[in-house]
T-cell receptor, first 110, second 115 residues
Framework: DSGVTQTPKHLITATGQRVTLRCSPR?????VYWYQQSLDQGLQFLIQ???????AKGNILERFSAQQFPDLHSELNLSSLELGDSALYFC?????????FGSGTRLTVV | QKEVEQDPGPLSVPEGAIVSLNCTYS??????FMWYRQYSRKGPELLMY????GNKEDGRFTAQVDKSSKYISLFIRDSQPSDSATYLC???????????????FGQGTILTVHP
């Protein structure tokens, strides 16, 4: 157990729908990151939050949004889903000298 | 051109072999270098990290960084079947204070160690 908790582990949904992925960081970590992993693109950075504030944005689509709550858990919202959004979505958290990933949410859009 | 290039393999070696995994990068701003291991359907697990040129050893694993050549390597000695996984190099440019920035990953090398 890495200490980073992601739910749900699997999600199957239809095109056009909206889903929410949840992440609880390791105890004491203030930063949360979201990554997308697909076969053709590898692991791609989406967005980072630090103590509730957005800190950095990567290749995140406008249909996707995220937030970090006062208790430091984070949610990634994916809307108007397309077949190409099917991927593994990982959350990571970091503190001093550590960068730890969760087990991921496997999203399948049908 | 991608910022980080990694040979995707696959790499197949016999048990006990020395494995060499490599990445090259183009962004001179990268300061921290990490190697992750990812088993099928699992999250990446941090194996090694370093921020300076030279070698860092941890058990059977040695991470090597050559900033002048923009080249990093991971060596696995006495490889075991349990080492079979995808190995990802990752780099970070904005670390400071109490938080890292985004990681830029290589494509990953699939390694199989057969008995």
């Amino acid at each position: 157990d890495s200490g980073v908790t992601q739910t749900p582990k699997h999600l199957i949904t239809a095109t056009g729908q909206r889903v929410t992925l949840r992440c609880s960081p390791r105890s004491g970590d203030l930063s949360v990151y979201w990554y997308q992993q697909s076969l053709d693109q590898g692991l791609q950075f989406l967005i980072q939050y630090y103590n509730g504030e957005e800190r950095a944005k990567g290749n995140i689509l406008e249909r996707f949004s995220a937030q970090q709550f006062p208790d430091l858990h984070s949610e990634l919202n994916l809307s108007s889903l397309e077949l190409g959004d099917s991927a593994l979505y990982f959350c990571a958290s970091s503190g001093t000298m550590s960068y730890t990933f969760g087990s991921g949410t496997r999203l399948t859009v049908v | 051109q991608k910022e980080v290039e990694q040979d995707p393999g696959p790499l197949s070696v016999p048990e006990g072999a020395i494995v060499s995994l490599n990445c090259t990068y183009s962004n001179s701003a990268f300061q921290y270098f990490m190697w992750y291991r990812q088993y099928s359907r699992k999250g990446p697990e941090l194996l090694m990290y370093t921020y300076s040129s030279g070698n860092k050893e941890d058990g059977r694993f040695t991470a090597q960084v050559d900033k002048s050549s923009k080249y990093i390597s991971l060596f696995i000695r006495d490889s075991q079947p349990s080492d079979s996984a995808t190995y990802l190099c990752a780099m970070e440019a904005n670390a400071g204070g109490t938080s890292y920035g985004k990681l830029t990953f290589g494509q990953g090398t699939i390694l199989t160690v057969h008995p």
